[in-house]
């Protein structure tokens, strides 16, 4: 059974940093591909960021430069390291993963981060 636990939501004001994190069990960060995505209330769910099994990594425009995406193999936990936050950036973020070969995906709770403006 697969399981994803984010961590490190909360409540910041803009210019403030967060860190998030997400504890996998039953599959590998190291030889699946993750990915951050969120959810702010009206809007579709967006991609953030992904890392790859060979550790190659995406941003969305929004957050190129801002948000840092890696992957701790040895706890197998990822994170997603956020600074400068922007009111915009408030949403719910959502761990995301997927399996190389069958490509069956698995989302986490979710973890609520707000930014007072």
């Known amino acids: 059974q697969v399981q994803l636990v984010e961590s490190g939501g909360g409540l910041v004001q803009a210019g403030w940093s967060l860190r998030l994190s997400c504890a996998a069990s039953?599959?590998?960060?190291?030889?699946?591909?993750m990915a951050w995505y969120r959810q702010a209330p009206g809007k579709q769910r967006e991609l953030v960021a992904s890392?790859?099994?060979?550790?190659?990594?995406m941003y969305a425009d929004s957050v190129e430069g801002r948000f840092t995406i890696s992957v701790d193999n040895a706890k197998n936990t990822a994170y997603l390291q956020m600074n400068s936050l922007k009111s915009e950036d408030t949403a719910v973020y959502y761990c995301?993963?997927?399996?190389?070969?069958?490509?069956?995906?698995?989302w986490g709770q979710g973890t609520q981060v707000t930014v007072s403006s």
């Open positions: 039953g599959i590998t960060f190291s030889i699946n591909d």
């Open positions: 890392i790859s099994s060979g550790g190659s990594t």
């Open positions: 995301h993963a997927i399996r190389q070969i069958s490509r069956i995906a698995y």
